[in-house]
C-alpha cells in the first residue's frame, strides 16, 4: 500500500510509514481497540446514576456492578457509581415512606369506611 500523508510504498502491515513516520491505515484501525482497553467508559455506572432516580432497585444493581467495574478499569467514573449507589439508596428510602404513607391512608380510609 501506499502512505497517505507522503505517498510513498510501504509495508502492507506497516502501522507507520517508514518515510515519515505517519500513521497508517492499519494504525488507524488498531488505534479504537487500543483506545477502548485504555480509557474504556464504564457504561454501566452511567446507566446506574440515572436509573437511580427513576428506578432505584436497577439503579442500585447497575451502580454496585458500576462499582466493581470501576476498579477493573482503575478508578474509572467510580464517583459516579458511588453517587448512583447513595441516591438510588435514598431514592428507595423515600418511596419506601411514601409508598407506607399511602398504604397507611388507604388502610386508615378502608377501616374508616367500614366502620361507618
Ligand atoms: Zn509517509
Do not use: R, W
Amino acid at each position: 500500500m501506499y502512505c497517505k500523508n507522503c505517498g510513498n510504498q510501504i509495508d502492507d502491515n506497516a502501522a507507520v510509514c517508514i518515510h515519515c513516520g505517519c500513521a497508517t491505515e492499519n494504525q488507524q484501525t488498531l488505534q479504537p481497540v487500543q483506545q477502548t482497553t485504555g480509557n474504556e467508559s464504564n457504561t454501566i455506572a452511567i446507566v446506574g446514576f440515572v436509573f437511580a432516580f427513576l428506578f432505584p432497585l436497577v439503579g442500585l444493581i447497575c451502580s454496585i456492578i458500576g462499582l466493581k467495574k470501576s476498579k477493573e478499569l482503575g478508578g474509572a467514573q467510580k464517583g459516579l457509581a458511588v453517587a448512583g449507589i447513595v441516591i438510588s439508596a435514598i431514592v428507595m428510602i423515600i418511596e419506601i415512606i411514601v409508598i407506607a404513607f399511602y398504604a397507611s391512608l388507604i388502610i386508615a380510609l378502608i377501616s374508616g369506611a367500614a366502620t361507618m
